[in-house]
């Protein structure tokens, strides 16, 4: 088996087909149907299958891709790694972000990462879950994490700032006559919620719990954007970073009070290399908002 098996097999599955993953990878197609061919004989089983919208991978050729996808990021990164040098810094970062932490900061802190090393790559995506974001921490996908704290966080984890918490409201709802908000003012208020497994729902029901809240939920979404927009609308209150409020919306949004903060984190991979090291340097310079008290770190 070769690296460029396994890229060509990740290609396949993401593409749903070969024409398209030769077409993606600049290769002629019968190569890339030869290689996959080949790769199948060596391992004896069939990952992929043929469907009437494209080829799918097969229960063990998911198994396969997600190991194989593993293998070509720590190649990747080895490849940068031995490429970089004083000024140049060339290769992939892979980076997941817990969905509403870090969205002012984030962006400033790549912005700064591509002008220093214009050749490195980096992928970003969003991750809910901090059960997920901790699996594809411990399996070495990621290069970097951002996400907040808990129970489950590594113990060198960076701790960055404090994400403050805002309530937004619905037009002409009353509170907003208030500079901030009681958080007793709100029981009984339908809300919009986050899925159930998310940290910022988490957020939500330890508030709800520590000042006696029973919030009904009005509806659950995935993304923060769409809760401050249907609670714009009336749908129900939510509570947000106050960094993830989209522009249009402050004069809908509060400060809550007792004040609501949850500390942000860094998760780097073992052994972090020089643009995953760069890349964290670039989050502490940015402006987290800092909490009355918090524990040291």
Not at 5 to 29: D, K
Not at 60 to 76: C, E, H, N
Not at 136 to 156: F, W
């Amino acid at each position: 088996m070769s690296l460029r098996q396994f890229e060509y097999a990740l290609a396949v599955a993401e593409e749903g087909s070969v024409t398209a993953a030769a077409e993606r990878l600049h290769v002629a197609q019968p190569s890339v149907s030869q290689q996959i061919r080949g790769l199948e004989r060596e391992l004896g089983v069939e990952l992929f299958a043929r469907t009437p919208t494209g080829l799918v991978p097969t229960a063990v050729g998911r198994a396969f891709l997600r190991d194989a996808k593993v293998a070509v990021s720590a190649a990747r990164r080895a490849r940068a790694t031995a490429r970089a040098g004083a000024e140049e810094l060339v290769g992939e970062l892979v980076v997941a972000v817990q969905m509403g932490f870090g969205t002012r900061q984030l962006p400033g802190a790549l912005g700064a990462l591509r002008r220093r090393f214009p050749r490195l790559e980096v992928t970003v995506f969003e991750e809910p879950s901090s059960a997920e974001l901790e699996r594809l921490c411990r399996r070495g996908v990621l290069d970097l994490a951002l996400m907040a704290a808990c129970q489950r966080s590594p113990a060198d984890a960076h701790h960055l700032g404090d994400e403050e918490f805002v309530v937004v409201l619905g037009a002409g709802h009353p509170q907003l006559a208030a500079d901030r908000v009681e958080l007793r003012e709100l029981a009984g208020e339908p809300w919009v919620r986050f899925d159930r497994d998310s940290a910022l729902d988490g957020v939500l029901s330890e508030v709800a719990r520590d000042h006696g809240l029973a919030p009904t939920t009005a509806a659950r979404v995935s993304q923060t954007a769409t809760a401050v927009r249907w609670a714009a609308h009336g749908l129900g209150a939510t509570l947000v970073p106050a960094s993830a409020v989209p522009h249009g919306y402050a004069h809908l949004v509060r400060p809550v009070f007792p004040a609501v903060s949850h500390p942000v984190i860094a998760v780097l991979r073992h052994r972090a290399g020089p643009a995953e090291t760069a890349l964290l340097a670039f989050l502490r310079q940015e402006i987290w908002a800092q909490p009355a008290f918090s524990a040291p770190v």
